[in-house]
């Protein structure tokens, strides 16, 4: 089985450009959580989609963060325009909807540069 | 005061020793209790969860303790390859929803 994948890997940009990262959960999990550790700081929870809905997007740190899931497959979170402060790791997880079977699988994260 | 507070670490430990990591959590309605490991520049993965009753997976045990809001990992006989980050992990809810990650507390076995 496939597991959660993230691109791109590593992305340098400017601050003020845009940057779209992908998560491509694993197949059948319907819970897609977004997250990301900026240095030094804990892992920190942005969003959890469950399918296309946002369930819960408690975590997004301001309006230049904006996380889609259209059709309830892959998501993207779109940072525009970017800061230096967003530095850090993204991470992806996805999950079953099922009560007995709810461990987050993890992707390997995109680690995001904002010179 | 953060919502889940570790071992600040790192511990550095020789093949073979016990060691034990402790993590307390801020929020009393919290529902789902979990060890993550995260090797160096990798995601952090599944170690297992932790439940009231306690429970083992070969050298490592877990034992949550709700009145005290208190969770622990210990692994014995160490080895190796247990060298790596260990997150404690905390869930609000029994289903989905979600984590909320200790800074993590960071092991270094020595041969």
Not at chain 1, 18 to 26: A, F, G, K, N, Q
Not at chain 1, 76 to 94: I, N, R
Not at chain 2, 4 to 33: H, I, K, L, M, R
Request: proline share 5%; net charge neutral; hydrophobic share 30%.
């Amino acid at each position: 089985e496939a597991g959660v994948t993230q691109f791109p890997s590593h992305s340098v940009i400017e601050k003020g450009q845009t940057v779209t990262l992908r998560c491509d959960p694993i197949s059948g999990h319907d819970n897609l959580y977004w997250y990301r550790r900026v240095m030094g700081k804990e892992i920190k929870f942005l969003l959890h989609f469950v399918k296309e809905s946002k369930q819960d997007e408690s975590g997004m740190p301001n309006n230049r963060f904006l996380a889609e899931r259209t059709g309830g497959t892959y998501s993207t979170l779109k940072v525009q325009p970017a800061e230096l402060e967003d530095s850090g790791v993204y991470f992806c997880a996805s999950s079953h909807l099922n009560l007995l079977d709810n461990e987050q699988f993890f992707g390997p994260g995109t680690r995001l540069t904002v010179l | 005061r953060k919502e889940v507070e570790q071992d600040p670490g790192p511990f550095n430990v020789p093949e073979g020793a016990t060691v034990a990591f402790n993590c307390t959590y801020s929020n009393s309605a919290s529902q789902s209790f979990f060890w993550y490991r995260q090797d160096c520049r990798k995601e952090p993965k599944l170690l297992m969860s932790v439940y009231s009753s306690g429970n083992e997976d070969g050298r490592f045990t877990a034992q949550l303790n709700r009145a005290s809001q208190y969770i622990s990992l210990l692994i014995r006989d160490s080895k190796l390859s247990d060298s790596a980050t260990y997150l404690c992990v905390v869930n609000p809810n029994t289903n989905a929803g979600k984590s909320t990650f200790g800074d993590g507390t960071t092991l270094t076995v020595k041969p």
